[in-house]
């Protein structure tokens, strides 16, 4: 028996999520909102979330492109996750992608990486060897890591940016879009420019 799928956030971050699924011709059942704005996007039912029970049997992803809110909606969420897959989307056979993630169209992601559950790996980014990517990621569309980099929980690398090989780069990071990263970044850092430069720290972390 097929199981029904479910998205969890009714936002653009959704209707790309939804092309992926679509281009492996998998079907959504409805999406799931805290607050919906919309009775449907791109022909699928939206429905509110507390008012809705699905089985235990069932799948879902949490379609919101906010990593810390996308990590609080997950800790409240008792069904099981699954992943989604551009087809696309070029995925060496030697590396590992945890569940609740999405890899959208374009994506290359070489051998022996490792990405954590519920990540966001955007249209056209580049993931070279050995790099390790923790959960609740977002790497944005055409960023680049080079060979054997690390980031940490809930790290943002934005719109093009770039990160030379080796670099260690911590949890609840922002790297700014089209940065150069050339060295490690601490915890909770936003990181902006050419070499990339620290501008400031979050106030609050996870």
């Known amino acids: 028996m097929e199981k029904i799928k479910y998205l969890y956030g009714a936002s653009g971050h959704c209707k790309v999520i939804i092309d992926v699924l679509r281009s492996n011709n998998d079907l959504i059942n409805c999406i799931l909102d805290d607050f919906p704005k919309a009775e449907e996007i791109l022909g699928i039912p939206v429905l509110k979330a507390s008012l809705f029970k699905p089985s235990l049997s069932d799948l879902i992803i949490v379609s919101i492109g906010d990593n810390l809110l996308r990590k609080k909606v997950v800790s409240k969420i008792t069904i099981s996750f699954f992943l989604a897959i551009h087809k696309t989307a070029i995925i060496s056979v030697n590396s590992e992608i945890g569940k609740g993630s999405v890899v959208m169209a374009g994506v290359i992601i070489n051998s022996s990486v490792k990405i954590g559950s519920h990540c966001i790996i955007n249209s056209g980014a580049v993931i070279e060897h050995d790099c390790k990517i923790h959960d609740f990621c977002h790497i944005s569309p055409n960023a680049t890591l080079a060979g054997n980099v690390s980031l940490g929980e809930g790290t943002h690398v934005g719109l093009g940016a ?12 922002t790297i700014g879009a089209g940065s ?3 060295k490690n970044v601490p915890d909770f850092a936003t990181v902006v420019g050419n070499p990339g430069k620290i501008i400031k720290y979050k106030e609050v972390d996870e």
């Open 162 to 173: 770039c990160v030379i090989q080796g670099v260690k780069i911590g949890k609840w990071v």
């Open 180 to 182: 150069v990263i050339i």
